[in-house]
């Protein structure tokens, strides 16, 4: 007699979810959880950046420490995401004992719960569970996904070559960017890299492409404004290691990220290098191509959609409209105005009349309005500031350029968050 799972969709909006451990299977877990509304909590002593980002935005209580009983208290699910064979069972057993489904990362055949792979649009979201293994279940889902996904054009389905691809093709690809492989100095298989854009933190906005590749990589390397669903549609075998940079918090080096996609590619394997946004507004992509290339590694870039227009449209602002703006400009504000680091000429754009977006800019949003101010920016000019865009946390706090930093502080908004500055912001006002 077999025991077939029995398919349900839990509705955990407000219900509390334990989740133990804090390394990368609960990064990749917790986002799901987090857009069913789940009331979560976090069992680890550590957490990766990612994580800690997730904490600092409230989203989500963190209990430092290892794993006690009293965790279970009022718990419809527990995920462990532990690497400790006797601590999970321990976890689980608990678990069990309390009526309570538990879902195991380490041993699934031991656990009571199975997270299938899921492709979500819209309000559509597709389960597959594979029989307990879970290729077979992301091949049937990945099927799936692309019959929801197939457009209307079947020429438009046929594979295309690019500029970003040219190195693709000079390594010799004939199909699949994952295949390309191309040989190193000692003989041995050199894998490569593709650069990706995820896009502004809508999961159904990073393009076909580069939701392709993601499904074809061995690793990904994320960092902390991708959409957290995306990771938790990656296969389980895939090794994803968090290069989160946290303003003002933990973070890695830049050097250190340029490094994990060279060794990783070198030992032959295929990297995506996730990126929030675009890989070159403002991503340091162009620095991680380059330390690819000075290795001999072939570089793939997949354009993504950039949060500078993306969270404008997303909160009712175009950053152009007829007689209103005709040029728009985008600006980090990560570095003070007066600064001598900064590269930006402020006082030149506080001349210009079209719209200002800027990025990274919160820090130092009250000396850069001032700054605008002095040089000749009118105090008046509509203002806005666009928190996490695209999500379903997205903010939008509307003001005037002499009082968005004062705003912008009493209202707490926080990273990440863009800030767009002319009339634009009241164009499409009814």
Known sequence: MTSNPYPLGLRLAGRRVVVVGGGAVATRRVPALLDAGADVLLVAPELTPALRAQVDAGRLHWVPRRFAVEDLDGAWLVQVAIDDPMAAASVSALA??????????????AATAWTPAVTRHGPVTVAVLGGGDPRRAM???????????????????????SGSDAAAAMAGAAGSDASTATAGAAGRQVGRVALVGAGPGDPELITVKGWRLLTEADVVVADRLVPGLLLDELRPDIELVDASKIPYGPSRAQEEINQILVDRALAGAFVVRLKGGDPYVFGRGGEELLACAAAGVPVTVVPGVTSSIAAASAAGIPVTHRGVAHEFTVVSGHVAPDSPASLVRWDALAGLRGTLVILMGLKNLAAISETLIAHGRPPQTPAAVVQEGTTGAQRVLRSTLGAVAADTLAADVRPPAVVVLGDVVGALDG
């Open 96 to 109: 069990a004992e309390r009526r309570i489904f538990c879902v195991r990362a380490d041993d699934r055949t």
């Open 139 to 161: 091949t049937v889902r990945d099927a799936i996904r692309d019959l929801l996904a197939v457009r209307l054009a079947p020429e438009r389905l046929a594979p295309t070559q």
